[in-house]
């Protein structure tokens, strides 16, 4: 049913995912920093939506883009809205115990379980919104190898980002955390198997949004949660150190 995947946009989707991490990590490794306790919350939100929402939704959604397919598809609204809330809730409740006062190993693992059931919380419900004249079914065994890539490659990536120092070391714990969502995300589509019905499910109140539009939705979406991440560290790091 599905050929292939469009390679450059395979691509894309992991410099999305690795930008978007590398936004929410210059934050998150600050929030222990952090004197008032309004930078620190702020940062906190930051950092889970430019990760829940810039590196793992529209990561998602440029993968799903780059999968080749002969069928009509379009995108159940209020369901896609629903897994951005899980991605960035999960992500904003990770981070938010990662960066509650001092880092220590003992909070990396919740952190770590918390963001790779965002990745695949996220995945699975974005994959639930899409409204195609096929029904999907999963293999459990692979299904769970996308989940426990998703942990272990995020402990790795948030654990390098609070032990080694820098730009070029947070690029590399970014370039870690991209495989995990990426990783996830590929590994979850080959658990996944497509049976043809030739019936076409209705959409929710919220209506549709077709595959088409949503591409460009997405990109303009990452972008922006980018941009306004980056900007923010920008203040942050600038920021006055003495409480008001």
Sequence with gaps: MFDQYSIPLVILSYCISVLGSFAALQLVTGISEAVIKADRVRAILFAGLAMGGGAIWSMHFVGMMALKSHMPMSYDVLQTLLSVVIAVAACTGGLAILGSGRFTIDKLLPTSILMGIGVAGMHYMGMEAMLMPATIEYNLNILIISVVIAVVAAFAALWMAFHLHGVWQKLGSALIMGVAVCGMHYTGMTAATY??????????????LSGE???????VISVAIIAMALKVNHWYRNRPTVPA
């Design 213 to 219: 539009y949503l591409g460009g939705v997405t990109m």
């Design 195 to 208: 049976r043809h019905t030739g019936v076409v499910p209705e959409s929710g109140f919220a209506g549709a």
